[in-house]
């Protein structure tokens, strides 16, 4: 029994010994052929607005690979949007939220608050992602409608903006509208006189 004890544990060091040095391989050719490991990924503060039911929560929560069974519809948002722009300051971003499947009247309020975060001084400079969100209802406006509805070449013009359809049965596209918000704010960054 001693001697199995002490094979297995030979064999475990053989075997961390094997990794460290494959490890240590790696570190050290990145570190001469690439010079040294790759730089780390900007973090973005941004901020994600939107009504009631629009589905920012289910959206956000399936993007970190979170269940969404128990998420119930945030009750009572709609009358805090007045407290929305305290979360403004600090942000380099806008993840906007709508239900292209809700009542015009709905519609009609949504399109109102992007207008007003649009020309907000703390966000009028900052990339907006739009996602035009319940694509997979049958009630849902496409994204053609959604711009034309929302007057968004004429009111955004100038600004950096990206406007896209969402569900979340779809993760792949609504990771790549994020990934092009990231460009967005890459770009930002690059812009001069930017520190």
């Known amino acids: 029994m001693?001697?199995?004890t002490v094979l297995v544990t030979v064999s475990?060091?053989?075997q961390l010994s094997s990794f460290i040095c494959r490890t240590g391989a790696q570190t050290c050719f990145r570190t001469l052929c690439c010079?040294?490991?790759p730089?780390?990924?900007a973090e973005y503060d941004v901020v994600c607005i939107g009504l009631t039911g629009s589905g920012k929560t289910s959206l956000l929560s399936r993007l970190c690979n979170e269940a969404t069974d128990n998420i119930s519809p945030t009750t009572g948002a709609d009358s805090i949007k007045k407290y929305w722009s305290r979360y403004y300051q600090g942000s380099q971003g806008v993840v906007f939220v709508l239900d292209s499947a809700s009542s015009d009247e709905d519609l009609e309020v949504a399109r109102n608050e992007l207008h007003s975060a649009l020309q907000h001084p703390q966000l009028c400079t900052l990339p907006f992602l739009i996602l035009a969100n319940h694509q997979d209802k049958p009630a849902a406006r496409s994204?053609?409608?959604i711009k034309k509805y929302f007057e968004l070449e004429p009111l955004?013009?100038?600004k950096s903006w990206v406007l896209e359809g969402s569900t979340v049965d779809n993760?792949?596209?609504v990771k790549d509208s994020f990934q092009q918000l990231i460009h967005l704010l890459e770009d930002k960054d690059q812009e001069p006189g930017r520190i």
């Open 171 to 173: 993760m792949d596209a």
């Open 156 to 158: 955004a013009r100038g």
């Open 12 to 14: 475990e060091c053989a």
């Open 39 to 41: 730089p780390p990924r």
């Open 143 to 145: 994204v053609q409608e």
């Open 35 to 37: 010079k040294g490991p």
């Open 2 to 4: 001693a001697l199995t």
